[in-house]
């Protein structure tokens, strides 16, 4: 007898999430089909389409015979509003025939001024006013992001950072494993923040990576003005009463040795 399996498209799929989602989809019984414009790695039986949410090249093809899409395509530099908003307007009234859109954002988005933070809340406002059964779910940035952002380069020995912001870290497979959990939930609206074990300071994961990798470097905070810097210190990013994810910076950095 044939078993009919639930089809899945991951945008995004050569990402630091399409990755996590991938290789644990690899477990699942679905049929996954994926999309970024550069084709991913080590991609098995899945199907990889190229696609661009700039230009809409295949993107039909991307959508054509899938129930469920984790939308895991972003833009926060380059092209950023005409990816995020209009590519995804565009991106959405293809997708009306589907069962659910499962939508990755970010915590405290509404109260960070800061340019791609407004045009993912736009997204949302999209993908809610839309017909579209939609599942989103925030979580706060992910320990990789962290680190390749603000800690991968010491300036003559120093990791010169605005040490007193603070992150509230999430291990990105724990995020991959919680969106994959909801396509056999089915459309939730909006879920609660998917929060990391720990809020710490810049400065606090600085000396965590100082201290793990047994490096001479040493940290040089700097204040900075304005008022994304002063929402960062006042953790507007981060949600204490969701403390969900399990993997914490100091355990993440140890993965990495092993
Ligand atoms: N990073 C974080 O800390 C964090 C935290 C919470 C939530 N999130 C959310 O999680 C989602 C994924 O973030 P991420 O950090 O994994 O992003 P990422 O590593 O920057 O990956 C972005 C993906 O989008 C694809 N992409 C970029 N431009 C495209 C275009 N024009 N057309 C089609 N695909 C395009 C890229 O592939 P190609 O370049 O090959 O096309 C890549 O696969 C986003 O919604 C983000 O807001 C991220």
Redesign the pocket.
């Known amino acids: 007898m044939e078993v009919l399996y639930l089809r899945i498209l991951v945008?995004?799929?050569?990402?630091?999430?399409?990755s996590a989602l991938l290789s644990q989809l690899k477990d699942c019984n679905y049929q996954v089909k994926i999309t970024?414009?550069?084709k991913p790695e080590g991609i098995g039986d899945f199907k990889w389409v190229y696609?661009?949410?700039?230009s809409g090249e295949g993107l039909d093809e991307a959508v054509k015979d899938v129930d469920v899409i984790i939308y895991?395509?972003?833009?926060?530099t380059k092209k950023s509003k005409t990816?995020e908003v209009t590519g995804f307007e565009n991106f959405l009234s293809k997708v009306e025939h589907i069962q659910h859109f499962i939508y990755?954002?970010?915590v405290g988005i509404e109260e960070i001024p800061f340019k791609y933070y407004r045009l993912?809340c736009e997204a949302e406002r999209l993908l809610k006013n839309s017909n579209i059964p939609y599942t989103i779910a925030r979580?706060?940035?992910?320990h990789s992001?962290v680190e390749n952002l603000l800690l991968s380069k010491p300036f003559f020995n120093r990791y010169v950072i605005p040490g007193k912001i603070n992150f509230q870290s999430v291990d990105v497979s724990e995020f991959a494993g919680y969106l994959i959990d909801l396509v056999n939930k089915g459309p939730q609206g909006k879920v609660e923040d998917f929060c990391g074990p720990e809020k710490l300071t810049l400065k606090e994961m600085a000396e965590l990576k100082i201290k793990i990798n047994n490096e001479t470097n040493h940290v040089l905070s700097i204040p900075l003005a304005g008022k994304l810097y002063k929402s960062l210190i006042e953790g507007k990013n981060t949600n204490s009463m969701n403390k969900i994810g399990e993997i914490t910076f100091e355990e993440y950095l140890r993965n990495k040795l092993v």
């Open positions: 945008t995004g799929s050569t990402g630091q999430l399409g970024s414009r550069s696609s661009d949410l700039l895991a395509a972003t833009s926060p990816i990755p954002s970010i993912k979580a706060t940035q992910f992001f």
